[in-house]
């Protein structure tokens, strides 16, 4: 589109359109390019937000089975550290734990 400009302004300095014109046309073609930076900025920021919307939520589920997970040994520590459980209670326990745990 710059080539189109270069030819309009020699047009000009010869004579061929008048300066009118190449300022009118100068302007149509950096309206037309300040339309194209807009928009690759407006693809660019929904790209950005797409990728930060699902880094978030990423985030948030890594929060949550973090959070799930802590409940877990805590329990299991809990069980483990009493002393009025039967061994062969902590032994279920122990398997219900690592079962949820995905380990079995």
């Known amino acids: 589109m710059s080539a189109i400009l270069n030819e309009v302004a020699r047009a000009a300095e010869d004579g061929l359109v008048t300066k009118k014109e190449y300022e009118e046309t100068k302007v149509a073609f950096l309206e037309a390019k300040r339309n194209q930076i807009e928009r690759s ?3 660019h920021n929904d790209f950005l937000r ?3 919307e ?3 939520a990423a985030r948030v589920d890594l929060d949550l089975k973090k ?3 802590q409940v877990e040994v805590h329990r299991f520590q809990a069980v483990m550290g009493s002393s009025a ?3 062969r209670a ?3 326990a122990e398997a219900q734990f690592l079962a ?4 079995e």
């Not at 949820?100 to 380990?103: E, I, K, S, W």
């Open 90 to 92: 902590k032994e279920s």
């Open 41 to 43: 900025v407006e693809l």
């Open 100 to 103: 949820r745990m995905g380990f």
């Open 67 to 69: 959070s799930k997970f």
């Open 54 to 56: 699902r880094e978030e």
């Open 50 to 52: 797409q990728r930060l």
């Open 85 to 87: 459980v039967t061994r």
